[in-house]
């Protein structure tokens, strides 16, 4: 049953700290790594860039550098984003077939001239490490999930490191995209640990969005909009998920990272919530590495005890 959160000493919400639990949890990566590896085959994943977007580039960077830090191989294949799609589909045929890659993903967005959809269902559903191909996506709503996406998976497993139990709690989730907002209210309401919670979609169309996010004891925010959810949106004592990251210009002409949540104004009223930088974002990238390691157990046949880390 679900129990509401007390806020600190001081009134305020405590803050779930993302980067100590995701270290928590590299840490067992490491030793389930080092299992792999003993029984001979070291796990790897492959990324490839084809992405006009800047950005892209870092996330690359970090999820290589993420593996390398546990012991993961890599691969990082890159294509000039005025490459023929067929290129991409080439290229993605070869790693699917190349035995030493457990998984494989084409960091978003793609090119404009590329369909992603046809890139995400090319990819073999057992490499298939972000979890969107419509294979993994279906397993996961009938529930029976091989790979969970990182982000929903992540804030899964930060609650229940939290002590935060979900079962009967009333969830919300702004946002309904394909990675964060739907496969998190599919997980909030599969019959399963770290599920069993009531739970209201919310999006662009929903009609007074402070009335819903105010039934929620656990609310996560996936919305994209800086500060969308400020503490009189918050009932007293609810958990804050801000999965938000957008970069805004102050007035002083500095920019500053942000999440959809206004931080210190819910702080004063939640029970507990996720810092922006600090809280979702790592822990999306220690499910990487989790979803690296399981594409490579199950791939290989190897028994790895994974269950400190995720379901
Ligand atoms: P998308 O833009 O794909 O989806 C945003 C969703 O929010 C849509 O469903 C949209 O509704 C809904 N929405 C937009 N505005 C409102 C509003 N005013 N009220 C209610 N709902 C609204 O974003 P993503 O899901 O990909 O990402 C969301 C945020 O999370 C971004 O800031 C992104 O950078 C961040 N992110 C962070 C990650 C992390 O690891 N920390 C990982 C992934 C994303 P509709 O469907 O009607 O358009």
Redesign the pocket.
């Known amino acids: 049953m679900f129990k509401p959160v007390h806020a600190g000493c001081l009134g305020m919400a405590d803050i779930i700290d993302g980067d100590s639990i995701a270290a928590e949890l590299r840490e067992d990566l490491t030793a389930a790594v080092e299992t792999l590896v003993d029984a001979g085959h070291r796990p790897t994943l492959a990324t490839v860039l084809m992405s006009p977007d800047p950005a892209s580039e870092t996330y690359i960077s970090m999820k290589q550098d993420d593996c390398e830090e546990l012991g993961i191989g890599t691969r990082d294949v890159r294509l000039d984003t005025d490459a023929p799609a067929e290129r991409l589909f080439e290229t993605i045929e070869q790693l699917n077939t190349d035995g030493a890659v457990d998984g494989l993903l084409v960091q978003s967005p793609v090119a404009d001239h590329v369909d992603y959809r046809e890139v995400i269902e090319r990819i073999d559903p057992m490499k298939d490490v972000d979890a969107f191909h419509p294979e993994n996506v279906g397993r996961l709503v009938a529930g029976y999930p091989r790979y969970k996406p990182c982000?929903p998976h992540g804030i899964q497993q930060m609650l229940a490191a939290t002590g935060v139990d979900t079962e009967g709690a009333d969830a919300v989730v702004?946002?309904?995209?394909r990675?964060?907002?739907r496969p998190m209210a599919n997980l909030f309401v599969q019959r399963a640990p770290g599920g069993n919670a009531t739970t209201t979609v919310?999006?662009?169309?929903?009609e007074d969005?402070a009335a819903k996010t105010r039934q929620a004891d656990i609310l996560v925010a996936?919305?994209?909009?800086p500060e969308?959810v400020d503490g009189s949106m918050i009932q007293e004592g609810a958990v804050v998920v801000d999965?938000?990251?957008?970069r805004v210009e102050r007035e002083n002409g500095e920019s500053e990272l942000v999440g959809?949540v206004a931080f210190e104004s819910a702080r004063e009223t939640a029970g507990a919530i996720t810092p922006v930088p600090g809280g979702?974002?790592p822990m999306?990238r220690a499910m990487l590495l989790y979803n690296t390691v399981k594409a490579a157990s199950l791939q290989r046949d190897i028994d790895v005890d994974l269950s400190a880390v995720g379901s």
């Open positions: 982000t702004v946002g309904r995209s990675i964060v907002g919310c999006h662009s169309r929903t969005l996936a919305a994209g909009v969308l999965v938000g990251i957008n959809d979702v974002g999306t």
